[in-house]
C-alpha cells in the first residue's frame, strides 16, 4: 500500500535521526568495508533524505511539516535539477512545474545537524498534475539519501565518484543549482543494496561542472550501454523534423478534436471521423505516443486517447497552441531549410525564400498574419503573472486613472489581462492596421473594450502621456541599431514618471541550456533579429536614455525587464557644463 505524504515525510525523517555515515553506508554499498569504508565515511558527512511531496498549497504543506515536528517556515528556493527532471520525464513544459526545495531542520543520533530534503510541487485538486503525483508517488523516483562532499575538493569529488562506481552504483543524473551554488550528482545503488533507498546524491558546494560533465558521460558507461548511443543520438536529433509535421499533421486533420481525453477510441473510428486512412492513421498515433501526445488503450486494443500534452493542440481550448503548430510547421519550417543561407551571408532565410521580409509578406496575406496573430497569443501563459507585476499594481492603485500603452500589442492578448484584471486602468494598443481590427474585437469581446483606445502605426507613432509602456516580444525582431531606434521613440514618448516594461526571454550568461538559445537561432533565420542577455539589453536601453532596474522570470523560460527615464546626468563640454537626460 502507498503511504501518503504525510507518512513518507514523518518516516524520512525518522531515517535521518538515526542514522550516519559509518553506518548508512555499508548498507547502500555492501562491498565497501574496512579503511576504504573509513576514508570514504571520512569524507561523505550523511545529510539528509529527500523526498518529493504534492500539497495542494503552501497551507497544506505548512500543516504537514507540523505534523511531522518539522518546521513550518523553512524558506524554499526553487528546484533546477527535480524540475527539469521531472520534465523529462512527463514530457512537460519545465517553466510549468514549480518546483522548490526546502530543508527543515533535523538532529542526528548524536545532535548531529541534519535536514529532511523536500522537494515540492503543488497539485490542486482537479489538476492536471494529478498524474505526475500518482506516478511519482507510486516510483518514488526522487527518494534519495544525500551526502556532502567536506571539503568540496574537485580530486576528492572525482575519487569518490570512482570509489562509488568500483563498488556498483551508477551515474542516474544530476546538475548545477545556480540558486544556491551547489553541485548535485545522483547515483543508482546496486541491486544488492540492504536499504530502501535506491538512489545516492552526492552534493558539494560551489561550481563543479567539470565534474558533472564527468559524471553524465558515464550515464552512458554502463555494461549495458549500446556502443552505438552517439549515432543513435544524432538519429533521434535529425528526426526533429518529422516531430515537427507529425505535430501539424496531428492538428491539421482535427484528431485531437475527434478523440477523448478519459478513454480511448478505435483507430478505425477515429479514421471515420477524420475522413483519414486507418492504416496510416495508426502509424502516425503510434509515433505521437512516443511523444506523449496520446496514449495507446491500457487494455491492448486498437485505440488512442488524447493526453494533457496533445490537449494543447485543441483548436477551442484556452490555452492552446495550434497556431504555433501550424507556424512552425508552415512558413516557418520551409525557411528553416535554406538556413545555411543565413550562417553564410547573415541575412534572414526567410527574405531569400520568400522575396521580402516576415513582416511585408505576412501583411500582404490576411490569412496568414491572422494565423501569425494566434500564433503570438499561444504563448500568453507567459503573461499570466503580468498583471501582478508591481508597476502594474501601482499605476493600478494611484489615485488618478492610469494608462498601460502596449507598443506592437498584437490581437490584444496581454493588454486584456492586464485591464480585466485592473478595471480602474485605461489601456493604449498601438499596432499595424489589420491587427488594430483584430484588438478590437478582441477587447470589445473582453469587455474592456471602452477602456481601450487604438492608434495605426508604426514605432514613431508610440503614443505620448502614458504611465506605463509595454514592449512585449517586440525587440527580438530586430537588429540592435532598431532596437536602439524603437527604445528612443519610446523614451521620447514617456513622461518622466513612466515605467517600461519589456517581455523577452533571455539568453543565459552561463550557456546553460535554454528556449532563448533555441529562439535566437529562429529570429536570425526569420526576421533578422535576436535574443540578448540582459547586460546587453542594458546597454541597449542606456544607449536610449532608459535604465534597467531589474528582471524577474516568467513562465515559458521568459522575463519582464523593467526600465524608466535614466536619471539626468551632468556632462562637462568645450564650452561650460550642459545636462543631459534620457531621450
Known amino acids: 500500500m502507498l503511504l501518503d505524504d504525510t507518512a ?22 555492501p562491498g565497501l568495508r574496512g579503511p576504504e569504508l573509513e576514508s570514504v565515511a571520512a569524507r561523505c558527512r550523511f545529510a539528509h533524505a529527500g523526498l518529493l511531496l504534492f500539497p495542494s498549497d ?18 524554499a528556493q526553487p528546484s533546477v535539477v527535480v524540475r527539469a527532471r521531472l520534465a523529462r520525464r512527463h514530457h512537460r513544459d519545465a517553466a510549468d512545474l514549480d518546483v522548490r526545495i526546502l530543508r527543515p531542520r533535523v538532529l542526528g543520533p548524536a545532535g548531529e545537524r541534519r535536514v529532511v530534503e523536500v522537494f515540492t510541487l503543488p497539485v490542486p485538486a482537479h489538476s492536471d498534475l494529478e498524474a505526475i503525483a500518482a506516478h511519482e508517488r507510486a516510483r518514488g523516483n526522487e527518494a534519495h539519501l544525500a551526502f556532502e562532499l567536506d571539503p568540496p ?9 570512482a570509489v562509488l562506481a568500483r563498488h556498483g552504483a551508477r551515474p542516474d543524473g544530476g546538475g548545477y543549482n545556480p540558486h544556491e551554488d551547489g553541485t548535485v550528482l545522483y547515483f543508482t545503488t546496486p541491486s544488492d543494496t540492504a536499504c530502501g533507498y535506491r538512489r545516492i546524491e552526492l552534493y558539494a558546494p560551489g561550481d563543479h561542472r567539470h565534474a558533472l560533465a564527468a559524471h553524465l558521460d558515464g550515464l552512458d558507461e554502463r555494461p549495458d550501454a549500446d556502443a552505438h548511443r552517439p549515432a543513435e543520438t544524432l538519429l533521434h536529433l535529425l528526426t526533429g523534423a518529422w516531430t515537427t509535421q507529425a505535430l501539424a499533421a496531428f492538428a491539421r486533420l482535427g484528431l485531437p478534436e475527434a478523440m477523448e481525453p478519459g478513454s480511448a477510441v478505435g483507430t478505425r473510428e477515429l479514421a471515420r471521423r477524420t475522413g483519414t486512412h486507418p492504416d496510416s492513421l495508426a502509424t502516425l498515433l503510434r509515433y505521437l505516443a512516443m511523444l506523449d501526445v496520446v496514449a495507446e488503450d491500457p487494455e491492448g486494443q486498437d485505440g488512442f486517447r488524447l493526453t494533457p500534452l496533445g490537449g494543447l493542440l485543441l483548436a477551442d481550448s484556452p490555452d492552446t497552441m495550434r ?5 512552425y510547421a508552415g512558413p516557418f519550417y520551409r525557411s528553416f531549410a535554406a538556413l545555411d543561407h543565413t550562417v553564410r551571408t547573415g541575412k534572414p532565410a526567410f527574405d531569400e525564400l520568400f522575396g521580402e521580409n516576415h513582416f511585408d509578406h505576412f501583411a500582404r496575406d490576411r490569412e496568414l498574419a491572422d494565423l501569425f496573430d494566434r500564433s503570438m497569443a499561444a504563448s500568453s501563459r507567459m503573461f499570466r503573472p503580468l498583471p501582478a507585476h508591481p508597476v502594474i499594481t501601482a499605476a493600478a492603485q494611484a489615485p488618478a486613472p492610469r494608462t498601460v500603452v502596449d507598443v506592437a500589442g498584437g490581437n490584444g492578448e496581454l493588454l486584456g489581462r492586464i485591464l480585466t484584471a485592473h478595471p480602474s486602468l485605461r489601456g493604449t494598443l498601438l499596432e499595424r492596421p489589420h491587427a488594430v481590427e483584430t484588438a478590437r474585437r478582441s477587447l470589445d469581446a473582453a469587455g474592456c473594450g471602452a477602456r481601450c483606445d487604438y492608434r495605426s502605426g508604426d514605432f514613431a507613432d508610440v503614443p505620448h502621456g502614458g504611465d506605463v509602456y509595454i514592449l512585449s516580444r517586440v525587440l527580438h525582431d530586430w537588429d540592435d541599431d532598431r ?21 523577452e526571454r533571455l539568453l543565459p550568461a552561463d550557456g546553460t541550456p535554454s528556449l532563448a538559445t533555441a529562439w535566437d537561432l ?4 526569420n526576421v533578422g533579429g535576436r535574443e540578448r542577455r540582459a547586460d546587453q539589453y542594458a ?6 536614455g532608459l535604465e534597467l532596474l531589474d528582471h524577474t522570470p516568467l513562465p515559458l523560460e521568459a522575463h519582464v525587464m523593467h526600465a524608466r527615464k535614466a536619471p539626468a546626468q551632468v556632462v562637462e563640454g568645450g564650452a561650460g557644463r550642459a545636462v543631459v537626460s534620457g531621450g
Do not use: K, N, Y
Open 8 to 29: 513518507r515525510l514523518r518516516a524520512a525523517a525518522a531515517f535521518v535521526r538515526e542514522h550516519d555515515s559509518a553506518t548508512l553506508l555499508p548498507l547502500l554499498l
Open 58 to 75: 503552501t497551507q497544506d504543506l505548512r500543516s504537514r511539516l507540523l505534523e511531522c515536528g518539522l518546521a513550518a517556515d523553512t524558506p
Open 153 to 161: 575538493d574537485p580530486v576528492a569529488l572525482h575519487g569518490l565518484c
Open 323 to 327: 497556431p504555433l503548430a501550424l507556424m
Open 483 to 503: 532596437c536602439r531606434e524603437i527604445l528612443r521613440h519610446c523614451a521620447r514618448a514617456m513622461p518622466a514618471h513612466a515605467d517600461l516594461l519589456i517581455v
Open 522 to 525: 529562429h529570429m536570425m533565420c
Open 539 to 544: 546597454r541597449l536601453l542606456a544607449d536610449a
